[in-house]
């Protein structure tokens, strides 16, 4: 079946600029998540949402960054008013359950701010 | 701070050979660990997964041993193949207190033909 797929796979933007990123988890997959990886760094966990509960978001960086998950299906992450130290690749995950389950990944979007 | 890392930030291997990927952890109360390869310009792609419970566990050419004593993750592979070459990472799940993943910074593995 299908994978989690993102869009868009690139973004360029100006500092100072809204963006919105889109994740579709794999159907049925009740939890899901998005990381940031800088250049040649490891992941790191921004928010999870798990059903209708309240979402996870210890791991956004700043008040700039916020998230939705609309129906238990697609989710957007917004990141309003730009900084280049926002460039990075942003990553979907999600897996069938809430706690110890597999977490499959999308592709990233890669997001550039000039 | 609690956090998983790994020894060997890049890995040279003859095509043919075995490899070997370590990570250490210092969270006791991990309980899941994860090994994902990640190739350019992609997400990473699930490879082989433990439970605290276990020490051992076999996939196709890979093999992940945990020991919980010395808070050590490895990841094997068998008779590595050009496609192994990526940046492989390891990842702790601390299940009940969470379900987001702690990643370590990843090693790059090459294979030389």
Known sequence: ?114 | GESVGLHLPTLSVQEGDNSIINCAYSNSASDYFIWYKQESGKGPQFIIDIRSNMDKRQGQRVTVLLNKTVKHLSLQIAATQPGDSAVYFCAENRGAAGNKLTFGGGTRVLVKP
Request: charged share 20%; proline share 5%; hydrophobic share 30%.
């Open chain 1, 1 to 114: 079946g299908a994978g989690v797929s993102q869009s868009p796979s690139n973004k360029v933007t100006e500092k100072g600029k809204d963006v919105e990123l889109r994740c579709d988890p794999i159907s049925g997959h009740t939890a899901l998540y998005w990381y940031r990886q800088s250049l040649g760094q490891g992941l790191e966990f921004l928010i999870y949402f798990q059903g209708n509960s309240a979402p996870d978001k210890s791991g956004l960086p700043s008040d700039r960054f916020s998230a939705e998950r609309t129906g238990g299906s697609v989710s957007t992450l917004t990141i309003q008013r730009t900084q280049q130290e926002d460039s990075a690749v942003y990553l979907c995950a999600s897996s069938l359950g809430p706690s110890g389950e597999t977490q499959y990944f999308g592709p990233g979007t890669r997001l550039l701010v000039l």
